[in-house]
């Protein structure tokens, strides 16, 4: 199957700071990426779906301004967590879609913010 | 609004044994695809198996196979000859027939395996 990279797989940051996490697809080209939280025990909450070229759709009751989604390349999609706080400290996943039935994802990053 | 719906939190099964995982799905659409994907500790999704709407021939792959019944909206996952690789969460997933739509997935099923 198609490969997505994503990383960091582990990033611990200061409050107040920000983080950036990427997401690649490895050998096929990603017109859609969508960025997931998930909480310990708990589904997949889609935050965002990420197109290339354009501005992120984000789903009710995510901060725009908080989770930065920048999707330059057909390859390449980053979510920046802005001003972090320790409430932001979750399991982040990527995973594209484009031009496939199933989805793939990225290994996920476990964001602590201290 | 499609919805997918995994009614049991938690399962248990023995090593060997058959265990059958299910899900339940409301849509309006007619093409569609259905997934089973599969989380273990390592937290990396990774598809177990995939089910076409207009197939109308139920997916297996290896230990893996479905029950889909279309007119229920019903989607199982039947794991023989249980593995202890096997633990994970199991999430089921639809998706609409366009490559470019977000999944939706169901609350996911923790499943033990007993030795």
């Known amino acids: 199957g198609a490969v997505v990279s994503q990383h960091p797989s582990r990033v611990i940051c200061k409050s107040g700071t920000s983080v950036k996490i990427e997401c690649r697809s490895l050998?096929?080209?990603?017109?859609?990426m969508f960025w997931y939280r998930q909480f310990p025990k708990k589904s997949l909450m889609l935050m965002a779906t990420s197109n290339e070229g354009s501005k992120a759709t984000y789903e009710q009751g995510v901060e725009k301004d908080k989770f930065l989604i920048n999707h330059a390349s057909l390859t390449l999609s980053t979510l920046t967590v802005t001003s972090a706080h320790p409430e932001d400290s979750s399991f982040y996943i990527c995973s594209a879609r484009s031009g496939f039935a199933e989805a793939f994802f990225g290994q996920g990053t476990r964001l602590t913010v201290v | 609004a499609q919805t997918v719906t995994q009614s049991q939190p938690e399962m248990s099964v023995q090593e060997a044994e058959t265990v059958t995982l299910s899900c339940t799905y409301d849509t309006s659409e007619s093409d569609y695809y259905l997934f089973w994907y599969k989380q273990p500790p390592s937290r990396q999704m990774i598809l177990v198996i995939r089910?076409?709407?207009?197939?109308?021939q139920n997916a297996t792959e290896n230990r893996f196979s479905v029950n889909f019944q279309k007119a229920a909206k019903s989607f199982s996952l039947k794991i023989s000859d249980s593995q202890l690789g096997d633990a994970a969460m199991y999430f089921c997933?639809?998706?609409?027939?366009?490559?470019?739509?977000?999944?939706?997935f169901g609350k996911g099923m923790k499943l033990t395996v007993n030795p």
């Open positions: 050998d096929f080209q990603a017109t859609t």
């Open positions: 997933a639809y998706g609409y027939q366009g490559g470019s739509e977000k999944l939706v």
């Open positions: 089910q076409e709407a207009y197939k109308q």
